[in-house]
């Protein structure tokens, strides 16, 4: 029995140790996926409950603030709005254009990349409205979903891929419930980078949004690299403008 003991717990550590090894090849694995996308991207990140205009590398690597706008969105005498809420980077001419509150209305603002203060333009009076019925008052440029060579789509919760007049599931939802709140339960795609190699997703692991609601599921983005189907874990933001510098 004794013997019998000694063989279990041999054989617990073992398989202990090789789970950890595994786990660490794929970490490897993962990393050096991210480690390959190429490109620089701006977004919107909340911190300090209000969103900030930040830059990195795609592969999330020399993140910077760009610019914040805290204390500077005065509406009256007690009350601030402090976010960015649209934004455009210009790759030609490296000018950031952004919309935040000025004087009590919603105003853009422009400055050159590098530059520590924007300079007002104008009021954001006009607006035109886009594909998934936002509105905006900027030319933006976020990652879209179509391009003239394939195009992304979810149905039901899982991801599709139209390429050359063939449809494919590329992530499969296997949820019991769906949900009328669009982001609750399965898969959503939010945009491919410029060549197309990688798309950007979100889920809350919830199969059935219960967990959501509970507070064990948090809503997470993940990039997929669309020659393996394989992801990793992305930056969890808004508003991503991917540049091919």
Known sequence: MKNKAKILIVLVVLGI???????????????????????????????????????SDANLKNEKLVYSHYKKGKIDDENYNDNVTDFRYYPESHVIEFEAMYNGQWSIFRMDEGDAEPRYIKNADEFKILEDYRVVSLDVDYVHLETDKLKIFDKEGSIFLEENGEVKCIKKYRGFVKSDIRGLVGYIPQGLSPDS??????????????????????????????????????INVERVQWVDE
């Open 197 to 234: 190699r990688y798309l950007i997703y979100g889920t809350t692991g919830s199969f059935t949004g219960i967990g959501y609601f509970l507070g064990i599921n948090k809503y997470k983005r993940y990039i997929m690299d669309l020659d393996t189907l394989k992801s990793h874990e992305y």
């Open 17 to 55: 140790v090789l789970i950890s090894v595994i786990s660490l090849y794929n970490n490897t694995r993962r990393d050096s996926f991210l480690d390959r996308v190429d490109g620089k991207i701006y977004y919107l990140k909340r911190e300090d409950e209000i969103l900030k205009l930040y830059t």
